[in-house]
T-cell receptor, first 112, second 111 residues
């Protein structure tokens, strides 16, 4: 069966510091991978998605970037965090047709 | 622009009551999913519907996909406190690589 894990689960970072959230998927190959951000218990905002190694699509201009160095690894990064980057970040995967998305456990980021 | 609108945004009911949550759009979707999310966790898939008019049941939850595949509803019978959570609908457009998520419905079931 397929599993997805992301870490760290909780992160408190000062303004201006770098960020790295990592996500890995097991039990499948060539998945579509996604990073979402969720504001205070509401809907999901798609940040980045990737259909293959090195292929990244950015949906919203952000102080963030994403990379896919391996088939089942997806990384969300920032060089300098802003207060507005605080939120709940979710990694997700889907099969190649992307019809159903499965989420990781989520990462709480607080920028102070 | 929000592709999928959910209503109501917030719903607070007593245990044992019935409720319906709606997910509406002007776009046609190749499939539609419903998720439930609890605080501090990732959304969990409840169901996927793919055929216009399709009805799926999951214990006390009934999901329906509109005939034109533009809307969907989630009906919960005899709600229980364990049904409390954020319910999200999400639609897949033909040829797209991602889902479009609704605005969410926050359900609270009071014991």
């Amino acid at each position: 069966s397929q599993t997805i894990h992301q870490w760290p689960a909780t992160l408190v970072q000062p303004v201006g510091s770098p960020l790295s959230l990592e996500c890995t998927v097991e039990g499948t190959s060539n998945p579509n991978l996604y990073w979402y951000r969720q504001a205070a218990g509401r809907g999901l905002q798609l940040l980045f998605y990737s259909v293959g190694i090195g292929q990244i699509s950015s949906e919203v201009p952000q102080n963030l970037s994403a990379s896919r160095p391996q088939d089942r690894q997806f990384i969300l990064s920032s060089k300098k965090l802003l207060l507005s980057d605080s939120g709940f970040y979710l990694c997700a995967w889907a099969g190649q047709f992307g019809n159903t998305i499965y989420f990781g456990e989520g990462s709480w980021l607080t920028v102070v | 622009t929000q592709l999928l609108e959910q209503s109501p945004q917030f719903l607070s009911i007593q245990e044992g009551e019935n409720l319906t949550v709606y997910c509406n759009s002007s776009s046609v979707f190749s499939s539609l999913q419903w998720y439930r999310q609890e605080p501090g966790e990732g959304p969990v898939l409840l169901v996927t519907v793919v055929t216009g008019g399709e009805v799926k049941k999951l214990k006390r939850l009934t999901f329906q996909f509109g005939d034109a595949r533009k809307d969907s509803s989630l009906h919960i019978t005899a709600a229980q406190p364990g049904d409390t959570g954020l319910y999200l609908c999400a639609g897949a457009l033909s040829g797209a690589n991602n889902l479009f998520f609704g605005t969410g419905t926050r359900l609270t079931v009071i014991p």
